[in-house]
């Protein structure tokens, strides 16, 4: 079963907001066997919608719209549903009904007729409830080929592809397995990640495919099997990654899409009853950013220091004036008595932290630019490391991130193992 995901709206064309909505709704497609063979973005023209619905007739077996939904005179989707199959807006009373007591009975306000017109709907269209806003989604099939519109609101777009359409294609569609596995490395980049496997990705059958997902820092390694028994794909599947785990276990940090580091970190952390602080300076935060974005990372995260001028390194860190000027503020020194400060000032048993010049011009420092330090106190000792991670600054700063989180990660797993 193949689909096409089309978002419909000019601010997206014009990068005024960022279409997250069809990446969520491939992913929940490609959880029940549904490949998705493209995503498109088409402005809020009728001609151009109309255009794109004959393109994909029959090419495609479902062809799912987000956008153009709304009560204003400029969301065109339900009139150009009407034009494409030949049918006519009428009153849904159901959907009426919801909306009147969504507006009058939780908004507390008179419902006016823009509102009332969300009940309008092509009169051949299977409804799909909206629960949670006023726009309902539209299912309706011309020849071989299922159109659905839903809205582009985030939230009411997850509500109808969750409880809606995911359940509807599976009640009335046979579909393949498709099952993902998705293995995290750290530390390696990807051209040498692919070296060290490349007998082993050779020798991959048909039916499961290898792609990298490289990143600064990392690279996912994502395993996909397809077929008609999913017993089959998951003994191959987990018979590749025991393989894949002999040949580079010393990179592999987890598993699956949740497993990224920040998460494995936090087991970790939770499992040793361990705490961790960072002091961050070039990376402004972005790594107790990462860290505290993990569910329940209140329990081991206990807070940042960011002194991005280097008088607050010394006014609020406590780090010695002498020692910057003797050494420079991109210095081990300068990291290590930061990572030092900042494990003493919030009481935890690790703490991170980090100097260096990012560019693109160099600051208080004659520090090439792309020179990191990153300094790690542990319960024993302060482990500082060098880099020179380039440009441009964002490659340097998220590659001093990831950087950090593997140092800890290392030495946490030394005392586990």
């Not at 361990?274 to 974005?293: P, R």
């Not at 995260?301 to 991109?330: D, M």
Request: glycine share 6%; proline share 4%; with cysteine.
């Amino acid at each position: 079963m193949k689909a096409t995901i089309i978002t419909i709206g000019d601010e997206i064309l014009i990068g005024q907001i960022i279409d997250t909505n069809s990446g969520f709704i491939a992913q929940s497609l490609d959880r029940i066997g549904v490949e998705v063979k493209e995503m498109i973005s088409i402005s809020d023209d009728k001609k151009h919608i109309l255009d794109t619905f004959a393109q994909l007739q029959n090419k495609v077996d479902v062809v799912i719209v987000t956008g153009g939904l709304g009560p204003t005179k400029d969301d065109v989707t339900k009139k150009t549903f009407c034009e494409y199959f030949d049918d006519e807006l009428v009153v849904n009373p159901e959907v009426l009904a919801h909306v009147t007591e969504l507006i009058e009975g939780f908004y507390k306000r008179p419902i006016s007729q823009l509102n009332k017109d969300q009940a309008l709907v092509p009169s051949t269209c299977t409804v799909l409830h909206n629960k949670v806003g006023t726009a309902p989604g539209m299912w309706m099939k011309k020849e071989n080929t299922v159109f659905v519109s839903l809205p582009g609101v985030p939230y009411e777009m997850k509500y109808l592809v969750e409880h809606e359409i995911v359940p509807k294609i599976v009640r009335e569609y046979k579909r393949p397995y498709i099952i993902h596995k998705t293995i995290l490395t750290y530390g390696q980049g990807e051209s040498l990640v692919a070296e060290r496997i490349e007998d082993w990705e050779n020798n991959l059958p048909d039916f499961i495919k290898l792609a990298y997902l490289p990143s600064p820092g990392r690279v996912r390694l994502r395993l996909s099997a397809r077929g008609t028994d999913k017993e089959i794909l998951e003994t191959a599947l987990e018979d590749k990654i025991k393989a894949l785990d002999a040949i580079i276990h010393d990179i592999i940090v987890g598993y699956e899409e949740n497993e990224t580091i920040e998460v494995v970190l936090g087991k970790l952390l939770k499992k040793q009853n361990k705490t961790i602080a960072t002091a961050e300076s070039f990376t402004g935060g972005k790594i107790a950013s990462i860290l505290s974005a993990v569910p329940g990372a209140s329990s081991y995260f206990r807070g940042s220091i960011v002194p991005y001028a280097t008088e607050l390194k010394v006014s609020v860190l406590g780090v010695s004036q002498e020692l910057i000027e003797k050494f420079s503020v991109v210095s081990a020194e300068v990291a290590s008595a930061m990572a030092l400060s900042v494990k003493e000032m919030l009481k935890t048993d690790y703490a991170i932290a980090t100097t260096g010049n990012a560019g693109p011009s160099k600051g208080d420092s004659d520090a090439e630019i792309g020179t990191v330090f990153i300094a790690l106190a542990t319960p024993n000792e302060i482990i500082v490391e060098e880099f020179n991670f380039g440009q441009p600054r964002e490659k340097v700063i998220d590659r001093a991130t990831i950087k950090s989180l593997e140092i800890l990660q290392k030495e946490i797993l030394k005392i586990v193992q």
